[in-house]
């Protein structure tokens, strides 16, 4: 096997040593989604895959649930939260403008020695994160970089349009990279964007383009928008041209990948990628029935449960691919 990392030998290996999420306890159903728009459970499923998600409780923001996923991965990894060097929050519904999510989260870990700092890349979040965080444990300028992706979708749904609020919930999922020298680790990362494409899926008001104005408010400026069918082509496209470019840089086929974790967007997505990648479906890793797209969490919070339950093993060949906003994508390939 080619390991591109290994190959430079100034570098070092880099592994998720431990992984952690929170979801809300807060479970809006299908049926539920029935009262408050014109929709069914029976198109939401077989359009989506979707049947619940959850949404995050009055008072309860990102940093809430980023920091419960962190403590999570933090104390699955054994490593105290003083001993993080790093943390990189990926989010398009931070607390706030600024500070930074992670800033919050680092304080409320008492990760005093970290420095801290947050990412947008929409629902690629995560895996542009986990490149990012990689390349500071390889050139050992860190030995431990939390990474967490975290969203309260809920806040920037529009819940009177029917064509978006079904889709999405609210999440956290993180990760504790390392050094461990016995594995090989993270094999490679590649991501990729095309902004020429950034009207598709948008928050249009908020930031210095279109300020909050009672005119925005009044406009419904400040939930997200999407166009949902040139969205689900460009996912299907772009997830599997970065799938197949992080493979070919390892030299590993397809059939090798133990476990498959795309993001959790919609169940036809997955299932049109997995079939363009020649992947049988049980490679394939979804609970986008249980927490409908929780964008830069999705990823996380589906390793989480993949390794917990034994889905995931030491050994393993897995494949983390991503599709956001942006439009932005990317993959990894992991050795567990
Ligand atoms: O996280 C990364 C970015 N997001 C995604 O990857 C999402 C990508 N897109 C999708 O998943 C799908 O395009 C959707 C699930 C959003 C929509 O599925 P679709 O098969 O593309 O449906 P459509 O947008 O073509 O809508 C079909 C019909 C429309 O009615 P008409 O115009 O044919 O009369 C919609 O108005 O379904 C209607 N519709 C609904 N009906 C009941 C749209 N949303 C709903 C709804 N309930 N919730």
Redesign the pocket.
Known sequence: MNHPRTSRPHLRTVSITGVGSCVPDRVLSNAD?ERL????DE??TT??GIRERRIAGDGQATSDLATEAARRALADAGVRAEDVDLIIVATVTPDMPFPSTACLVQHRLGATRAAAFDIEA??SGFVYALDIASHFVASHTYDVVLVIGAEKMSSVVDWTD??????FGDGAGAAVLQNRPSAHGLLTTCLGSDGGKASL?ELPAGGSACPATAETVAARRHYLR?D??E??KN?VNAMVTAANHALGRCGIGIERIQCIIP?Q??Q??LTAVAERLGARPEQVFSNVEKYG?T?AA?VGIALDEAVKSGRIRRGDLVLLVV???GLTWGAAVIEW
Do not use: D
């Open positions: 989604l728009v014109e929709t069914s198109w939401i359009r989506t929409a629902c029917r064509n978006t609020c079904v889709l899926l999407m949902g069918k969205t689900f996912a993001h967007a919609n036809r997505i797209n964008s999705s599709f956001g906003a």
